[in-house]
């Protein structure tokens, strides 16, 4: 790195000892850098030697040469005397290969750098070899470049390893049944009802990220998951819902006495359409009221016996029990409760109007018996009951399945 003080402590001899000394000058404050002007001095002075100073002694300043007048050494340096630092005055440090954007004053205390540069170049003295270039070092590039460069090279290498796997319509398959017992588990133990289309969209990647990963493992791939494909895996929720709802059409009719003897010909319509209305009022069908000791009638919130029998039956009887959190039913109670409120829907008018099992259908009923469980579990008393209903329920179960 090249400093002022090695610029002005240069001691330039010639061989020819004919050729009239010019003399040594004070350097000029600050020179500016024309990149496309600079002739090094080995071409300007063939036969100059450079020796750096002898830092013991401090030799006198030669007297300027009467060949330069005052008034042009005036003009040409300006500045302040640097004592004991002399430069050649016809030495031009134009600084060889310096780039436009840096900046090199000759007067300044500092050592060359480029602009916004972040690290200090560290000043040196340059021995006579490297004075002959009369040259900064180059300027390192920026952090940012080698930093793309370094993401490149490493992007490059990553896609030349990794190919596209395109994947076989046998794992297709296999990734989206995969993707399917996800959705099971998803809709019977965290969420049975998406309240929202986005939030459908998300579920379904999601499972077909599950599936894909159990199938393939992490590779990249060629896409796959078309919208056929993700109709699919929304219409697999939505067959899930309809258990709930076509076992309930088929038993709520009679559990919650919507059926008249077959002799009272004529006034079973009327009478639904007078009971259907009242139960949908609340979620009261769901729940079992009994007597206790004392004569006082009491609510069991999702106790009733016909609901009960309901879960049982759609989870185990559909294979659906492997996908089920035995400690937390809350889930199944919800698709069940909406199922039931969907079905009892269908019967409003006295006669059969279908009421499809759409996430939109379901997404109200179930939000009102997620909302009763939550009050239910803020009390100790009702949260140990539900607990224990829920165990009862596992083990009904897998005696109607045989398995112990």
């Not at 100059?48 to 030799?59: C, I, K, M, R, V």
């Not at 300027?139 to 370094?150: D, F, K, L």
């Not at 089920?324 to 698709?335: C, I, K, M, Q």
């Not at 939000?367 to 009904?396: H, P, Y």
Request: net charge negative.
């Amino acid at each position: 790195m090249f400093t002022p003080q090695f610029f002005t402590n240069q001691e330039f001899r010639f061989d020819d000892q004919n050729e009239q000394p010019l003399g040594s000058y004070p350097a000029p404050e600050q020179l500016s850098v024309d990149h496309n002007e600079y002739q090094s001095p080995a071409h300007q002075y063939p036969n100059a030697e450079l020796h750096p100073p002898d830092l013991q002694s401090n030799p006198e300043p030669e007297p300027p040469s009467p060949l330069v007048h005052e008034s042009q050494l005036n003009d040409l340096l300006q500045g302040p005397q640097c004592g004991d630092e002399f430069v050649h005055r016809d030495i031009t440090f134009t600084g060889y290969g310096v780039p436009r954007y840096m900046q090199w004053d000759l007067g300044a205390a500092e050592a060359p750098q480029a602009e916004n540069a972040e690290q200090q170049p560290v000043p040196g003295v340059v021995n006579e070899h490297q004075a002959l270039l009369l040259a900064p070092a180059s300027t390192p590039a920026p952090n940012n470049v080698e930093a793309e460069s370094s993401e490149s090279l490493d992007s490059d290498s990553e896609d030349d390893q990794t190919i596209p796997v395109e994947l076989t319509r046998a794992e297709v398959l296999s990734i989206k049944e995969k993707a399917k017992n996800e959705l099971r588990r998803i809709m019977l133990q965290k969420e049975g009802v998406a309240p929202t289309r986005e939030k459908r969209a998300k579920t379904v990647k999601k499972a077909l990220k599950v599936g894909r990963i159990a199938v393939v493992g992490h590779v990249k791939y060629t896409p796959f998951e078309t919208q056929k494909v993700k109709e699919e895996m929304v219409s697999w929720m939505s067959s899930i819902r309809r258990l709930f709802k076509e076992y309930a059409i088929y038993n709520i009719q009679k559990d919650l006495s919507l059926r008249l003897p077959i002799e009272q010909q004529g006034a079973e319509v009327p009478h639904k359409k007078r009971l259907v209305p009242t139960l949908l009022q609340s979620l009261d069908f769901l729940h079992k009221f009994a007597y206790d000791d004392s004569g006082t009638l009491v609510c069991y919130p999702l106790e009733a016996e016909w609901f009960v029998n309901m879960i049982v039956d759609v989870i185990f009887l559909n294979g659906l029990h492997p996908y089920v959190n035995a400690e937390n039913f809350d889930s199944v109670f919800g698709l069940a409760g909406a199922a039931a409120y969907n079905a009892l829907s269908c019967f409003k008018k006295g006669t059969y109007k279908n009421v499809d099992a759409s996430a939109e259908q379901f997404c109200d009923p179930y939000g009102r018996v997620i909302a009763l469980i939550k009050l239910i579990r803020s009390d100790d008393t009702k949260r140990a009951r539900l607990m224990r209903l829920c165990n009862l329920i596992i083990t009904r179960g897998r005696e109607l399945i045989g398995i112990l």
